[in-house]
């Protein structure tokens, strides 16, 4: 039986100046490391503080729809000790392929998969597709897709014992921290959704093209990305922390489990434990979603036994 749903209905949108102008901007180039063979290429992310959630006035201007404002308030200011890092880039097929390998561990079928009709955006269900076999073509360079939160989990679990640091997946601050690099607009490059395509992979004109969507700017950036579905993993220019696809690509699991609002979250960066927890904090946006998705501060709902095609991961250690 397929299954489908309404894009509001599958991620529940909860809810920084432009590139080389933000604080970050001046900084050495970040520290690059790998702690062995098959870990992922890290980046060592300057501590702080920050503010975390949207401003006034930005899901306004944004077009957020009435029902999901303020999922992103009120502003915290929080700070991220010094010594953490986080992986380059989402985790890759072939990274999690080396995981499964090595550890027997076996990521169930099925998964959410973006389907097109006239204008609308939705998702269904399909039973036959895993993450070896999402629904379009991939390399191993690309991000791993249709895992689900454990999956994720499971991975970081398996670096920390290959490696004897402490992996883990990232809180949904410590992500936002990464993914602003100091900036405060909506989006890490600055407030344009025109000008996505240099940073990310996005609903773009390629996507618009490829499956007959609506062109409106409420709908689709109006660039070109060259990618209709995933890229490549670093396939665009990072931000000032040298982390490549924080936004767009695809979306990626944190820790914490699902609040309402930033109402009550820990001010010292780590993951609340506490709320739904059934379901998971997802932060990014995809190659897939609409322009208000792909923002800094913006907080979205995934099930966390569910299963995304727009959905993968990255870790982050800590010192």
């Known amino acids: 039986m397929i ?6 209905a599958l991620l529940l949108g909860l809810s920084l100046a432009a590139p080389g102008t933000g604080p ?20 060592a992310l300057p501590g702080g503080v920050f503010t975390m ?17 303020g999922r992103a308030e009120p502003q915290r200011r929080v700070r991220i000790a010094p010594g953490l890092a986080m992986s380059r880039t989402a985790i890759t097929r072939g990274q999690f392929a080396a995981f499964v390998a090595e550890t027997g561990h076996t990521p169930g079928s099925g998964c959410w998969a973006f389907v097109n009709s006239g204008a609308t955006y939705e998702y269904e269900m399909r039973a036959g597709l895993s993450w070896r076999n999402p629904g379009f073509e991939q390399t191993d360079e690309h991000p791993v897709v249709c895992i689900a939160w454990s999956d994720a989990a499971a991975y970081a679990a398996w670096l920390a014992r290959l490696s004897g640091r402490p992996y883990r997946l990232p809180s949904e601050a410590e992500w936002e921290f990464a993914a602003r690099a100091g900036s405060t607009t909506a989006r890490f490059w600055g407030e344009s959704t025109a000008a996505a395509c240099e940073f990310a ?6 996507l618009a093209n490829r499956l007959n969507l609506d062109r409106r700017p409420q709908f689709t950036h109006r660039c070109t990305d060259g990618h209709a579905f995933t890229a490549p993993v670093g396939s665009f220019r990072p931000n000032a922390f040298g982390l490549h696809d924080m936004l767009g690509n695809v979306w990626q699991w944190t820790a914490d489990c699902l609040n309402p609002s930033l109402d009550g979250l820990p001010l010292d960066g780590s993951a609340r434990e506490s709320g739904d927890c ?4 997802l932060r990014g946006g995809s190659w897939s979603h609409l322009p208000w998705y792909v923002r800094s501060g913006n907080r979205v709902r995934g099930i966390a036994a569910d299963r995304f095609a727009t959905v993968g991961f990255r870790v982050v250690r800590d010192r």
């Open 53 to 69: 959630g949207v401003p006034p006035g930005e899901e306004e201007r944004e077009g957020v729809p009435l029902a999901l404002r």
């Open 3 to 8: 299954l489908r749903r309404f894009l509001p």
């Open 278 to 281: 059934e379901s998971r904090v």
């Open 24 to 43: 970050a901007a001046a900084q050495t180039p970040p520290a690059r490391f790998r702690d062995c063979p098959a870990c992922p290429d890290m980046i």
């Open 201 to 206: 992979n996005v609903a773009d004109l390629t």
